[in-house]
């Protein structure tokens, strides 16, 4: 019968119609995070970013350690999050550790293993967050201390100094045993005070009150209190530590359903340099404000958001 006919021709188009439009609507990307302040901002900034561009996204920022978020996408349980282009040293054993002092390096390096695991990175943000050593900024203009070594100098010369660290600090290889390697100073227990955990926070404030006589402190480079406790961070001029530049990393299976995700985040990423992220990390750890706060408001200051 025609009236038959063309009902199954209408019925077949709509369900034709049905299946376009589920397969379409891709599910919602799982924006992750680990479980610090740099992690939180960074992870609503890209969370306020989906939500401005229209792609669905589910938060589960602040979700562990390294090795928590590291499995979560290797599994498949979550779609992307920040990660530092150093960890790839760690990720990756066997290779050259010369390359991951490398900003360019590290990046091409690490983009190019993980690619054989699915995920990609995008672009890096231009800023060094690994483990560093901060001065009082009144010791630094003093003695001229811009550099580890220039606090070489400073400390051949018998110039006083005292440093607030985590034991983890003071005796894994490749953090203050590597510095006094390459620059050739080498502090006493004396002129050390270990505290337990390895919060640079607590590190900071002792640097910053002068407590017991410290004057400098383990530090990472981005971190939010450095310019608010009026420290400065000393540049490792010999490239001793591997280069730890946040960036986005994402499924491969997740961009490809997405492709205008790296047109989104890259420009972000792009602006944020160091003493941008120390500001920004410093109104989280000092003036207590949310993340997700802090995040929109440097978003729409730079014209990233404009949606209200």
């Not at 983009?111 to 231009?126: F, M, S, T, V, Y």
């Not at 983890?168 to 337990?196: C, I, M, N, W």
């Not at 750890?285 to 978003?299: I, M, Q, R, T």
Request: charged letters at 20%.
């Amino acid at each position: 019968m025609p009236g038959g006919n063309w009902k199954s021709v209408a019925c077949g188009v709509l369900l034709l119609f049905f299946a376009a439009s589920v397969a379409s609507a891709a599910a919602p990307v799982v924006v992750s995070s680990k479980i610090d302040t740099e992690g939180a901002l960074l992870g609503q900034m890209i969370l306020a970013l989906f939500r401005e561009n229209g792609i669905p996204a589910k938060d589960k920022t602040g979700l562990g350690a390294t090795n928590v978020v590291r499995k979560a996408i290797l599994a498949g349980e979550i779609d992307l999050y920040p990660e530092y282009t150093g960890s790839g040293f760690y990720f990756f054993r066997g290779t050259d550790p010369a390359l991951w002092k490398d900003p360019v390096k590290a990046y091409q390096k690490v983009k190019e293993l993980d690619a054989q695991n699915g995920i990609a990175w995008l672009r890096p943000a231009p800023a060094n967050n690994t483990w560093a050593i901060a001065a009082r900024s009144d010791l630094a203009e003093k003695a001229g201390l811009k550099t580890l070594s220039d606090l070489a100098r400073y400390m051949a010369g018998k110039g006083k100094v005292k440093m607030a660290a985590s034991e983890e600090f003071t005796s894994h290889p490749d953090a203050l045993p590597a510095f006094e390697a390459a620059y050739g100073f080498r502090f006493t227990k004396a002129q050390l005070l270990v505290l337990s955990g390895g919060n640079t926070a607590q590190t900071e404030r002792v640097a910053s009150l002068g407590t017991d006589g410290v004057n400098l402190a383990m530090a990472y480079g981005t971190d939010g209190a450095i310019a608010a406790l009026d420290l400065v961070v000393l540049e490792d001029d010999k490239n001793v530590q591997p280069v730890y530049e946040p960036a986005p990393i994402v499924r491969k299976a997740v961009l490809e359903a997405y492709p205008r995700i790296p047109l989104i985040l890259d420009p972000v990423f792009a602006s944020l340099d160091l003493k941008t992220l120390q500001r920004l990390n410093g109104k989280i750890v000092v003036e207590g404000l949310d993340p997700a706060k802090v995040a929109e408001g440097y978003l729409r200051e730079k014209g990233f958001l404009k949606k209200p």
